[in-house]
């Protein structure tokens, strides 16, 4: 069965900072592209930040600069470091895994910067 697991959303002031967790079980996580995307009521699901298999990342424009995205294929688990945060960037985070022709999605961890 596959589960993924985030953890370390919470409570911050703007200009603060949040790492994100996503332990993954049930899969050969080193063969999944991980993403982590966010969502806001009412709003669709946003692609915030995606590295492959080869370590290789891509960044939302809105959190270039600001976010990074990093893998532990031995802990089978995905960061997601958040700097400099923004009442914007309040949303529930999701991660998600692609690989082998199928994608599983976390529970999500609500993230809420307060100004």
């Known amino acids: 069965q596959v589960q993924l697991v985030e953890s370390g959303g919470g409570l911050v002031q703007v200009g603060g900072s949040l790492r994100l967790s996503c332990i993954a079980s049930?899969?050969?996580?080193?063969?999944?592209?991980v993403d982590w995307y966010r969502q806001t009521p009412g709003k669709q699901r946003e692609l915030v930040a995606s590295?492959?298999?080869?370590?290789?990342?891509t960044y939302a424009d809105s959190v270039k600069g600001r976010f990074t995205i990093s893998r532990d294929n031995a802990k089978s688990t995905v960061y997601l470091q958040m700097t400099s945060l923004k009442p914007e960037d309040t949303a529930a985070y999701y991660c998600?895994?692609?690989?082998?022709?199928?994608?599983?999605w976390g529970q999500g961890t609500q993230v809420t910067v307060s100004s």
């Open positions: 998600n895994v692609l690989g082998y022709g199928r994608a599983y």
């Open positions: 049930g899969i050969i996580f080193s063969g999944y592209v």
């Open positions: 590295i492959n298999v080869g370590g290789r990342t």
